[in-house]
């Protein structure tokens, strides 16, 4: 009887074998390959410190996936993740004062001179738009980071604002404004930017 069910089991193993190497045919294997032109990416993060009376390390670790999730797509150089990341009835704020609904960000994302092509991925194009030589893009200041140590401020049970610290070229955080995340409907959601 003890042969019968090692055979079973034996064959049970071989068939789950043969179904993952096929799925594994079909799945693109570009996804894991680490940028040529980047050596830095992705960014090394780490949690940091907790803050307020709602602080929690579990809903800290949620939003940390959904950062490291964008982070990674910026160093990578697009922002393919961010419309998934947006509450549909909230929308996003792009900046300290510009709100957009999600399908004006879908919108800016196609656009190669639009808001979020120039002010995270295109150097030259940001000089122009300020006026001024040497300002770096949020791609170029969160890679100069060498690493980012994240602060969680827990205004509520469903928000709260981030606080990035570069543990390289600490000025360089002023590039950023602290993004905040809303809890809708179970998860996470990005309000701003940053």
């Known amino acids: ?61 949620r ?17 393919n993740d961010l ?11 792009v900046d300290a004062k510009a709100h957009w609904t999600r399908e004006e960000v879908v919108s800016d994302l196609k656009n190669k001179d639009g808001y979020f092509n120039v002010y995270f991925f295109d150097s030259d194009r940001l000089d122009e738009k300020k006026g001024s030589r040497g300002n770096l893009t949020i791609q170029q200041a969160l890679v100069s980071s060498g690493g980012i140590s994240i602060d969680f401020h827990f205004d509520s049970a469903l928000e709260s604002e981030l606080q990035f610290r570069f543990s390289e070229n600490p000025k360089n955080v002023r590039y950023l404004i602290n993004p905040i995340f809303g809890k809708f409907e179970g998860k996470w959601m990005l309000l701003r930017m940053f």
């Open 1 to 61: 009887m003890r042969l019968l069910y090692l055979i079973i089991l034996i064959v049970g193993f071989s068939f789950v074998g043969c179904n993952s190497k096929v799925a594994m045919e079909k799945t693109p294997k570009t996804a894991d390959i680490p940028p040529k032109e980047n050596p830095n990416c992705p960014i090394p993060l780490q949690i940091g410190k907790l803050y307020g009376r709602y602080a929690d390390k579990e809903e800290a670790k």
């Open 83 to 93: 419309p998934d990341m947006i509450f549909p009835k909230m929308g996003l704020f």
């Open 63 to 79: 939003i940390y996936i959904e950062i490291e999730k964008l982070l990674r797509s910026i160093c990578l150089g697009h922002l």
